[in-house]
């Protein structure tokens, strides 16, 4: 498709974030023509606020999700496979607190964890010994035993980007900054009014994919008042950034007094993420803030296994998200299911709406998305993406430090850092990066620390990225790096870009 109107498409996506895009893939992938907006940028809200893991979900274990748990645990396999650029694996320490959860059920848990579904790419879980291992010497005294499990850390931004260039290589039409402000039945199909940066576009689609997220009832209700079989519970979800609190690779999970349990990862480099809370959240998804009870929470947590204490003056950064939850009969948000719901209308014309979801089933979720659409738009191609790389992903043996070495012989002059974050960010598409750059220089000016025009340059032409937090915050973290720089080189250089056609 040209980045002229279309008069009409199969499929009309709504939302860009994870599972939006992950619908756009699939479907491009099956030979429909594909329209996905985003009212912002994609992964502006829920889908750039998680925590980065990609993981079955051990605490789900105690609420009897069996099912949710090892599908999560098959995506898991699958997404490494499909993206080991942006994807590590990462060793989880869980200090044993006897009060808590005794340790025959911890052990028990960390069994099916390890045995619902196949698993190829990451060792098994472990008791440890505190006292001796390198993940207890950050800790309190009291913690002496603790369990060692594998789970996967990625960037999440970063993943919901792929999946809207593999649509739109596959012939999707990918409209950031456009908001659909009316959805109409008409003829068979859906009529829908866009509105973007270039103003706005009439497009009509024989069907419409409502993937918005916490906005997902109300396009819905919008859209056909009345039919909404799926209710969503809004909770938020909040996390601290701080300097780095530990120096070897473990991560380590905590738990609480209430049963919640808190994560301590380590951060691109010299950080580390805290989080996350859960708790009801009313008002609009698009303005959510930690609260100052949130980091209060999280910090006396943290403080109660590190003999290192924390507070809030030692917050470098923080950010929240609105997760939208499947409704249910619980009064605690930590114990609301995980799990997603399709919901599809056939009459006036078929609408799918997604109600809930995480990170991790996002293929599986597209999937099952599109397999609900195939027989109103009359789809015969099968399935896909199960065994499909994401771009970038194509790396030698599926082995990241094997690409690294390849990289340091061909582009010596690049700096390790440098070097290092590009094999991260972009995997094989380091050459659309780079192009014929055979010195440090021809990557242009130094916009700001670490960051060359040139690179600029190709998240703006390809990666949809158009304003500073864009590519500072979504296409990378950056910002942390930045923080108290002044940012006017890179925003001059955007708004002169935008002068110009692509």
Not at 262 to 274: E, G, K, N, R, S
Not at 487 to 495: F, H, M, Q
Request: net charge positive; glycine share 8%; hydrophobic share 45%.
């Amino acid at each position: 498709m040209s980045d002229g109107a279309p008069a009409s498409c199969d499929l009309l996506i709504i939302g860009g974030g994870v599972n939006g895009c992950g619908i756009a893939r699939d479907a491009a992938g099956r030979g429909l023509a594909v329209i996905l907006c985003e009212q912002d940028d994609l992964a502006a809200h829920t889908s750039s606020a998680s925590t980065g893991l990609i993981h079955g979900g051990l605490r789900y274990l105690e609420e009897f999700h069996f099912a949710l748990v090892r599908k999560a645990l098959e995506e898991r396999e699958r997404l490494l496979a499909a993206a080991p650029h942006i994807m590590r694996p990462l060793r989880f320490v869980m200090p044993h607190a006897a009060h808590l959860r005794p340790a025959w059920m911890i052990r028990a848990g960390l069994f099916l964890y390890d045995h619902l579904a196949r698993r190829h790419r990451l060792p098994a879980s472990a008791s440890i010994d505190l006292r001796t291992h390198v993940a207890g010497a950050p800790l309190q005294a009291p913690y002496r035993r603790g369990f060692v499990y594998s789970d996967v850390q990625v960037d999440d931004a970063r993943l919901v980007v792929l999946n809207a260039l593999d649509a739109q290589m596959r012939g999707a039409l990918i409209l950031t900054r456009t908001r659909c402000e009316q959805l109409r039945a008409r003829e068979g199909g859906w009529w829908a009014l866009l509105r973007g940066p270039a103003g706005p576009r009439e497009v009509w689609a024989r069907a419409v994919a409502n993937a918005t997220g916490p906005w997902a009832s109300a396009v819905l209700a919008a859209a056909l008042p009345g039919r909404a079989q799926h209710h969503l519970r809004l909770v938020q979800g909040s996390h601290i950034v701080v300097p780095r609190l530990f120096t070897h690779r473990f991560a380590y999970v905590f738990q609480n007094e209430d049963r919640r349990i808190v994560f301590a990862i380590p951060y691109h480099q010299d950080f580390t993420l805290i989080g996350t809370t859960d708790v009801d959240f009313h008002g609009d998804p698009a303005a959510v803030h930690i609260s100052a009870d949130e980091t209060s929470y999280l910090c006396a947590l943290i403080n109660r296994y590190f003999r290192r204490p924390i507070g809030a003056a030692d917050i470098l950064w923080s950010y929240s998200g609105v997760r939208p939850l499947l409704e249910d009969e619980s009064s605690d948000p930590t114990r609301v299911t995980r799990d997603y719901a399709l919901e599809l209308e056939r009459q006036p014309a078929p609408l799918l709406s997604v109600f809930g979801g995480k990170i991790t089933t996002h293929r599986r979720l597209a999937e099952d998305a599109i397999g609900l659409l195939a027989e109103p738009l009359g789809l015969h191609a099968p399935r896909w993406t199960a065994a499909a790389t994401l771009p970038g992903g194509e790396l030698p043996h599926g082995s990241l430090a094997v690409f690294q070495r390849l990289l340091a012989r061909r582009y010596p002059w690049l700096p390790a850092s440098l070097r290092r974050r590009y094999a991260h960010a972009y995997g094989a598409r380091i050459e659309r990066l780079l192009g014929d750059a055979a010195a440090l220089t021809d990557l242009g000016p130094e916009l700001l620390p670490q960051l060359y025009e040139r690179e600029v340059e190709y998240l703006y032409r390809e990666e949809f990225a158009r304003t500073a937090a864009d590519i500072l915050w979504r296409r990378s973290k950056l910002g942390l790096h930045l923080l108290g720089v002044d940012l006017s080189p890179l925003e001059r250089w955007l708004a002169g870009r935008a002068a110009r056609p692509l």
